[in-house]
């Protein structure tokens, strides 16, 4: 057993950065997992269920006052870990609800929805959590919590709330019964270009919301 690893194993279950380490661990090995598609009929729900949790981490960290790190500059925490597999198997998994329509910033005026891919946000998650556990398992926790708090405010905070709308749209039409017909034509890999792409996606968007409000009645 390494240093690092006794280093972590010695420390308080109840302290903030442990609890926020936990949860990070929790969703990485989770996601790694359901990528390797033993259980491909559970992949949505167990996303949905995974971002869920990691979210309030999420939560902890951005009401947590400011996180200083310790140095002025970012110790070389090395080589960032390959995500392309990962993408790939999300993806294939998540065929057809994988691309969907986001709004990049509710509170910008006239802000037109673009096209997004779950697979493409949680690895883009799991990159800056990854960046954050490796400076934790080298025993930097103050550097840990300050970039996974800093990350989650510029990144990976606004693209995995994406992601769970994404999947709690997906399980909410399968269970009230609501098909997404609409959407098996909105996909990035069939040579649609990104002007196309962007058009099409908001056309949907527009359709599921029902109007600029997003306000339809219950059916």
């Known amino acids: 057993m390494s240093d690092a690893t006794l280093h972590m194993t010695d420390r308080d279950p109840d302290d903030f950065s442990v609890q926020i380490a936990d949860q990070v ?3 990485l090995v989770a996601v790694t997992e ?9 992949v949505v729900p167990f996303l949905l269920l995974e971002v869920s949790q990691l979210l309030l981490a999420g939560g902890r960290l951005g009401a947590h006052e400011d996180i200083v790190p310790d140095e002025r500059y ?3 925490p090395g080589p960032e870990a390959d995500v392309d597999q990962l993408r790939e198997n999300l993806a ?19 802000t037109a929805p673009v096209p997004a891919r779950i697979s493409d946000d949680l690895t883009d998650v799991i990159s800056d959590l990854r960046h954050g556990m490796v400076h934790y398992r080298a025993g930097r926790t103050t550097e840990a ?15 995995a709330s994406a992601a769970l709308r994404a999947l709690q749209s997906v399980v909410a039409h399968v269970r009230l019964n609501q098909p997404l017909a ?6 990035t890999d069939q040579g649609m270009g990104d002007d196309t792409l962007e058009i099409e996606a908001g056309r949907v ?6 109007g600029p409000l997003g306000m339809r009645p219950v059916v």
């Open 34 to 42: 359901v990528a390797k598609g033993e259980e491909p009929d559970s």
């Open 74 to 76: 970012e110790p070389d």
């Open 25 to 27: 661990e929790s969703f």
């Open 205 to 210: 968007m527009v359709e599921e919301i029902g």
């Open 92 to 110: 294939r998994l998540l065929e057809p609800v994988d691309v969907y329509s986001e709004v990049f910033d509710p509170y910008e005026p006239r």
């Open 182 to 187: 609409a959407l098996d034509g909105l996909d």
């Open 145 to 159: 919590l300050w970039w996974w708090q800093f990350s989650y405010f510029s990144n990976w905070g606004s693209t």
